[in-house]
């Protein structure tokens, strides 16, 4: 027996969108708040107006909304007195549950509702984000021989396109495992890489040591950015006053400043970006921020900062797209084109130029060990490892089981995490007391600054 729905927002759905849900359900009828299309019918459904629901619920029909409308239309549904309602999201209808204090784990992840506004769990207790990344397999993840079709063309491209010139393509490396791993391809696949290396002062001992195994191993030229110490701790702990999540923004734009610098200065179009499916497919929504609003840098740098940021290379949003269409620059995720093992890759590094393991996922550096491990969790309650882990169950490398027992580890040495505090705490010339009011500060979203509006 088909369940019986009643779809919010008749202009959200066209013919196959319809077709699909109506192969799964009974559609009832299509809920609008436009007065014209009251009375009328889509694809034969009748259209009503929201006064009209209880009429057509006493078949015990459930109400779905499209996530594009989903706080519009869940506070109209609200007023009305009406809470148990669904949300659809790609083709999955979800129960809402934004008004429920039960905590809920995925039953075939392990995202959980503890710090999640945005999750949603479906009738078998899966959650939107392995729904979706299930999805993309097979789409944007192809650890098979269509994966090797693949791959082998875009290396045949990278190829082409730097005929001619110094180097076949550009590649960031941090001294992490998935950009480590990436450059190491790039040298048994024969290409000709300029690696380009930011070092805000963070680096960790073990980092520093891989970087410089590896550089040596692959023979690749070697650029390393140091942006002004001086204003780039400055930025960063105006970002930190700011209270935001992503305080590793101020890292992340000076970085793609200097790629987009090198790629004109050598004429290269492609950067071969380390982000992948295999460890990266989970990523909870909610408290981040791209690196790119400059806007945004500037007004929280004017509101926090105290010195000039005057020497530090930014790139805004604009001026990104237009080097992206001057130059035709892509970034394509080379592994995603391969069955990206996290234990395979360490052994091969390993054995290539003896890269040492640095503990879990980004604790190449001090900083980016401090925003995962002890910034997200202990300011805005979020506890990054579940992405990290779920990704893993996701891509077959960890059961559910294993992940639920990494839960059960400390999220931090604590021992390793008071030596990071006092560096960090000594890069920004902060004292312990500015350290701590920056911690039980009110937290804000990056939205509540300024922000640029180019797109």
């Known amino acids: 027996m088909k369940r019986k729905i009643i779809l919010f927002g008749a202009g959200a759905y066209g013919r196959q969108a ?48 499209s996530t ?6 869940g506070t109209q549904l609200k007023e009305m007195g009406i809470t148990d309602y669904f949300v659809m999201l790609d083709g999955h209808i979800y129960r809402n549950e934004s008004n429920t204090a039960e905590s809920r784990v995925c039953t075939r992840c392990i ?6 506004e945005w999750i949603l769990f479906d009738e078998n207790g899966h959650c939107n984000y392995c729904n979706m990344a299930y999805g993309y ?76 195994k590896l550089v040596s191993a692959t023979g690749f030229d070697y650029e390393v950015i140091k942006p002004d110490a001086v204003q780039f701790n400055d930025l960063t702990l105006a970002y930190m006053k700011a209270g935001v999540p992503n305080i590793a923004i101020p890292q992340d734009n000076v970085l793609f400043a200097f790629l987009y610098k090198k790629m004109k200065e050598y004429d290269i179009k492609y950067f071969l970006s380390g982000g992948n499916f295999a460890l990266e ?28 940021i005057d020497k530090l290379e930014l790139l805004s949003n604009k001026q990104r797209e237009d080097d992206q269409k001057k130059l035709g620059i892509e970034s394509p995720r080379p592994l995603n084109y391969i069955d990206y093992n996290r234990e395979k890759a360490f052994k091969e590094l390993k054995e290539f130029c003896g890269f040492e ?53 400390p ?21 312990d007391d500015e350290f701590d009011e920056i911690m039980s500060a009110p937290v804000h979203q990056h939205e509540e600054y300024a922000v640029d509006n180019y797109f």
Request: with cysteine; hydrophobic share 35%.
């Open 281 to 308: 497919c989970i990523l909870q929504r909610g408290n981040t921020y791209h690196a790119f609003d400059v806007t945004n840098i500037i007004d929280i740098h004017n509101k926090f900062g105290k010195e000039s």
């Open 137 to 212: 397999i097979g789409k944007i993840y192809f650890p098979n021989d269509e994966g090797k079709k693949k791959l082998e063309q875009l290396l045949s491209e990278v190829k082409e396109s730097g005929k001619g010139k110094k180097y076949d393509c550009i590649m960031g490396i941090s001294g992490g495992l998935d950009s480590s791993y990436l450059a190491y391809l790039g040298y048994q696949w024969g290409l000709r890489v300029l690696a380009v290396h930011i070092d805000d002062g963070f680096d960790t001992e073990i980092s520093k040591s891989n970087l410089n």
């Open 68 to 73: 594009l409308a989903c706080h519009q239309v």
């Open 18 to 65: 319809f077709d699909n849900l109506k192969a799964k359900h009974e559609i009832v009828c299509f809920v609008d708040n436009n007065p014209s299309l009251w009375g009328m019918t889509l694809f034969d459904v009748p259209i009503i107006s929201a006064e009209q629901i209880s009429k057509y619920r006493k078949d015990e029909a459930d109400i779905v909304i």
């Open 357 to 409: 393991y640095y503990g879990r996922k980004h604790l190449e550096n001090i900083l980016t060990a401090f925003i995962q491990l002890y910034w997200f969790p202990k300011k805005f309650g979020v506890d990054k490892r579940t992405s990290h882990l779920s990704s893993m169950i996701v891509s077959g490398q960890m059961t559910r089981v294993e992940a639920l027992r990494k839960m059960e580890e």
């Open 111 to 116: 995202m959980n509702n503890a710090s999640d």
């Open 411 to 431: 999220i931090y040495d604590k021992e390793m995490m008071e030596r990071y505090i006092e560096r960090i705490k000594k890069s920004l010339k902060i004292t």
